[in-house]
T-cell receptor, first 112, second 112 residues
């Protein structure tokens, strides 16, 4: 069945450094890949997304890259700030279904 | 607040009781999803509605779970004969065709 693996499960970086979170999906027909940020006790919120016809997308300090051949996609956060500390989830949207398959999450800690 | 709303926010019940949760999506959104999230895990897909039609249901969902969206607006999720394993955060999300999902604040269920 569809599966999304996410690494690492926890990530600590110094303020100002970059953070990279990687995901691998199993269904090659997946065509949409959102990233969600979830702060403690709050709802997941979309921070960036990418569709399968694009290799990279940037939004200020956040970027996502997609390698369709390898079925990998990654989240890159530059110049990290303490408010970036949260759990980040990647997700894949397999073609032909209506559901998002979420990764297991990465707890990012930005140390001041 | 024009976002997705859920009611109640918290529910404590005894094992064996029935519970019902409500989700009000963003008004023009035709797609509605229910997810379940346990501590340290990503959201797990439960079911999907397009307008009033339930088009997909997780195979993991037992017969004790049922969901409705009678007029294509709000949705309810009912759990019958609750078990301790049902304790989780139940998240609702809505979207417009082809767009990403906006999550509600969730209903935290505790089964004693």
């Amino acid at each position: 069945g569809e599966n999304v693996e996410q690494h690492p499960s926890t990530l600590s970086v110094q303020e100002g450094d970059s953070a990279v979170i990687k995901c691998t999906y199993s269904d090659s027909a997946s065509n949409y890949f959102p990233w969600y940020k979830q702060e403690l006790g709050k709802r997941p919120q979309l921070i960036i997304d990418i569709r399968s016809n694009v290799g990279e997308k940037k939004d200020q300090r956040i970027a996502v890259t997609l390698n369709k051949t390898a079925k990998h996609f990654s989240l890159h956060i530059t110049e990290t700030q303490p408010e970036d500390s949260a759990v980040y989830f990647c997700a894949a949207f397999p073609s032909g279904t209506y559901k998002y398959i979420f990764g297991t999450g990465t707890r990012l800690k930005v140390l001041a | 607040d024009t976002g997705v709303s859920q009611d109640p926010r918290h529910k404590i019940t005894k094992r064996g009781q029935n519970v019902t949760f409500r989700c009000d999506p963003i008004s023009e959104h035709n797609r509605l999803y229910w997810y379940r999230q346990t501590l340290g895990q990503g959201p797990e897909f439960l079911t999907y509605f397009q307008n009033e039609a339930q088009l997909e249901k997780s195979r993991l969902l037992s017969d004790r779970f049922s969901a409705e969206r009678p007029k294509g607006s709000f949705s309810t999720l009912e759990i019958q004969r609750t078990e301790q394993g049902d304790s989780a955060m139940y998240l609702c999300a809505s979207s417009l065709d082809g767009a990403y999902g906006f999550f509600g604040p969730g209903t935290r269920l505790t089964v004693l």
